[in-house]
């Protein structure tokens, strides 16, 4: 817990250390694995401006890919990915929908939008005077 409080170089130093004794002392492999995890969630929050590989440089640490915190992070960003993929992609459906005589209630219910968002979205557009 000190290494959360430590001013950034003192925390450097005890990182460093604390995770050479982690992997000369403890023996039982998942053990090991979850204290060095929880010794790297520290250090990535201790220091948001740093890369993960500047991380991995400094400390000497196994590869950060493989923590629970990367893996979790990773997912959440996919996540994240496809919620605004399939938010896009209901936008571009808009001006279709709409130029196939649905009205804007009822495209804003087809794609489970609000009829605000799709008056927005129309406003975005260009006019278009090939339909």
């Not at 450097?12 to 004794?21: K, V, Y």
């Not at 996919?78 to 919620?83: A, I, S």
């Given at each position: 817990m000190k290494l959360v409080v430590d001013e950034e170089e003192t925390a450097?130093?005890?990182?460093?250390?604390?995770?050479?004794?982690t992997q000369q002392?403890?023996?039982v492999e998942p053990q090991q694995r979850q204290l060095l995890e929880l010794i790297e969630t520290i250090l990535v929050y201790k220091f948001p401006t740093i890369s993960r590989e500047e991380i991995e440089g400094m400390?000497?640490?196994?590869d950060l890919k493989k923590t629970r915190v990367y893996q979790e992070g990773?997912?959440?960003g996919?996540?994240?990915?496809?919620?605004e993929g399939a938010r896009e992609a209901k936008f571009r459906m808009?001006?279709?929908l709409l130029r196939l005589g649905l009205s804007f209630e009822e495209t804003a219910k087809e794609l489970d939008l609000s009829?605000?968002?799709?008056?927005?979205?129309?406003?975005?557009?260009?006019s278009s005077q090939d339909t």
């Open positions: 450097i130093l005890a990182a460093r250390q604390l995770i050479e004794r002392e403890i023996n400390f000497g640490l196994s990773k997912q959440e996919k996540q994240e990915g496809k919620e808009i001006p279709l009829l605000e968002e799709i008056q927005q979205e129309m406003q975005k557009q260009p």
